[in-house]
Every structure is written in C-alpha cells, then in structure tokens.
C-alpha cells in the first residue's frame, strides 16, 4: 500500500539536527508507517549520511536515501526526490528539518475543546501571530477559541489573524477594550496599556466559560499543552509556573512591602503562562480590587501587573513545573541549557528579557554574563524557526486567495 504523504528533504550537513527531527517525529500524532521520508544527500562532507543510513536500517520501510556523490543545490536535490515519491501526497521541506509543516496532511480527530486569551497591540501583531501558530500546529487535536483583548488593532490586524486561525479551522473573538480605564496605573516600554487588560478578563469572556489559558504573546507553544490544559485546579484560583529570576529576588528585597504577604510561605509566579479557573474565580472577583492594589503600592511595584497578581492570589496558586510550562529563555541560556534540550523538555517557551526578533539584542549587555550571546543565538533560533514557518503559512494561504 502506498505511504499517505511523500516528504521530500534535501540534505546539505545537518549531521547536529537529524537525531532531533526523528525524535520530534516519533511524538508525533501520525504513525511513521504513513510516511514516505526521502532524504537527498547532497554530498555531505559531515556524518549526515552515516546518520541517515542508522535511521534508514531502524525504519526501511519508511526510510529512503538517496546520496549524490557531487553536490548540486536545493533545487535540483529536491526535483530529485521527487521521482522516487510514491505517497498519495507530496510535502516539501528544507534542511532545518521542521515537522509542524507535514502535520497539516495528517487528519486528526479533535479530541479537547481550549480557551486561549492573549493581549496585543499593533506593534505586536507579528509577534502574536507566531505565537497562535505555534499553538494551533501543535494541538492540532484541540477545538480551540482565542479571545484577543486589544484597543488599536486596525481591520487589516484583524484579517491577518484571523486568515491565520480559519487555515487551522480555529476560532477567534476580538474585544475591544477601553483603556483609559488604566490611565491611573503605569507604563514603560516593557509594560504596555495592554498589559492589564488580563485583569479584565474575567469580565469580558463568556459566562459559560470554567477555565481559560492566558499566554503572552512573547511564547511558543513547542508542543501539546492538553495535558497542561487539563490539569485539575484542586479548588486554587490558577494554576501557573514559578518564575526563577524573579522569585528569590522578590523575596528577599521586596516581599515586605505589602502587608498581604506577611507570615506566608509563597511561590513568586510568572504572569506570563497562567491557566485561569474562572468558576473560582468569579465567586469573588471584583476588578476595582486590583486597581487599588496597584495605585496603593505603586511606589513599590517592579513588575506592575504580575507584582499585583501574586499579591492577589498568593496561596490560591498551584504551581507546575516550569521547564515544560513556562521556560524563560533567558533563564535557559544562563543555564546554558542546549536548543534541542528546549525543544524536547518544553511545551511552552517564554522569550521574555531578551527579544529573539530585535537584531540589536545584546544578551550579555543586558543580563552582565560573559560569553553568553552564541547560547541565546542557538535559542533563539527556536523562534525564528516558527516565525519562517508562519511566513511560509501565510504566503500558501495569501495565494489560494489570489492576494
């Protein structure tokens, strides 16, 4: 019988990305015997073809390679290939070895239904939208609706996200959030007015909604977040991660300043990646009481909204391992933690701190840590490698529109 899809790689010394790739693979929803993977070695002069050949005598009946002794370019390796594809489909991929691009051939049943809820502005809109890639081509399992709070995205904002969602068959809701509501409270260049519209969102999202997942549009999602998703709240307000960087320094310079956390054994928590229970919190939730929180120690806040936050749920918060839910790129390059570590233990990945899209980052500049930007560059990548597989997206579906 013939595979279901033909995927056609052409291979130039990636001998550093072959094991990772395969390993994705097999996580995957799809059983690799549906699957024709064609790697044209194009005269490597790494181990990409002794790696190749340990895969091909795993998997022969999914495994094929052909090795050109002289090397030709992309172009013509990948017209290659093509004449050996027998599958009832046929995928194209190049030599960073991304999988999320054959997932969209594979069918899968959706399984869970997810409420996802970011905020955003203008600025943003590109950034949020490889985040939203990310979520929906690693769940694809998932019914997903993504509630977008904002208060300047134009018509045009709205169709590019949107186009992205219905390429996915998910679903998007904007709200339209007045913001001079927040005039009183503080913004900087790292906070936003759009920062706080979070504390709105209990009152904006539909009654009949029990929980929903708050993410920041600096994230991505590395793979499924059902069982994360699903988690029981065991009666906490949220469930969230702790944030390492800031949870020590918190304690020990800041905590004393607000007298709701006195004589309390708390975990600091990252407002980031937070999972909402909304059933909970609505028995008591008045947005007025974080305002004035804020307003009354607003001299003392160093990170405005997630300061306020822990203020407010301290103790009410179950805290999840935060490597799988919400690991802080900058903490993962201090620890010098390798990108295809990342890849494999994380299921959500914050880049806050340091930006992998500002071509002027300097991580040692900003965080005083020698030696420190090549490990940043190689997590970064992680990034930049959905943002060029979100360029790809939109452009197929741009041309089935004739735009």
Not at 134 to 144: E, R, V
Not at 270 to 292: M, P, Q
Not at 319 to 344: P, T
């Amino acid at each position: 019988m013939n595979p279901l899809i033909s995927i056609i790689i052409p291979c130039y010394n990636i001998e550093t990305s072959i094991d990772n790739y395969f390993n994705r693979l097999l996580q995957q929803p799809v059983d690799i015997n549906q699957l024709q993977l064609i790697f044209i070695n194009d005269a490597s002069t790494d181990s990409t073809y002794p790696k190749l050949l340990k895969w091909e005598d795993r998997y022969p009946d999914s495994v094929l390679i052909i090795n050109i002794p002289e090397h030709i370019g992309t172009t013509a390796s990948t017209a290659l290939g093509v004449q050996y594809a027998t599958g009832n489909y046929l995928c194209f991929m190049d030599d960073c070895l991304q999988f999320s691009t054959i997932k969209r051939h594979i069918p899968v049943s959706r399984t869970c239904s997810m409420n996802v809820c970011f905020a955003t502005n203008q600025k943003y809109v590109s950034i949020a939208s490889v985040m939203l890639y990310s979520l929906f081509c690693n769940n694809q399992n998932a019914s997903i609706h993504v509630y977008i709070f904002h208060c300047e995205l134009s018509k045009k904002n709205e169709q590019q996200l949107s186009l992205l969602a219905k390429a996915w068959s998910q679903e998007i809701t904007f709200i339209n959030i007045d913001a001079n509501i927040f005039n009183s409270l503080p913004t900087t260049d790292a906070w936003s007015k759009e920062t706080y519209f979070r504390l709105l969102m209990p009152v904006f999202l539909p009654q009949n909604l029990d929980r929903f997942l708050y993410l920041d549009v600096d994230v991505i999602v590395n793979q499924s977040i059902q069982t994360f998703y699903e988690t029981d709240f065991s009666g906490m307000d949220c469930i969230a991660c702790e944030d390492i960087l800031l949870n020590r320094m918190f304690k020990q310079y800041y905590w004393d300043n607000f007298e709701e956390l006195h004589d309390k054994d708390f975990t600091y928590f990252n407002a980031g990646i937070i999972l909402w229970n909304l059933k909970e919190l609505r028995k008591d939730y008045h947005f007025t009481s974080y305002v004035e929180k804020m307003i009354k120690y607003l001299s003392v806040l160093q990170c405005p909204d997630q300061d306020i936050l822990n203020v407010m749920h301290c103790n009410k918060v179950k805290i999840l391992d935060w490597q799988q839910y919400n690991l802080q790129i900058s903490i993962a390059a201090q620890k010098h933690f390798s990108a295809e570590a990342v890849r494999k233990i994380s299921h959500i990945i914050h880049f806050c701190g340091p930006k992998p899209w500002d071509p002027n980052m300097d991580f040692e500049k900003y965080y005083h840590i020698q030696n420190a930007n090549a490990n940043f560059e190689s997590l970064g990548q992680i990034w930049k490698d959905y943002a060029h597989l979100l360029d790809q997206e939109m452009s197929l579906q741009m041309d089935k529109l004739h735009l």
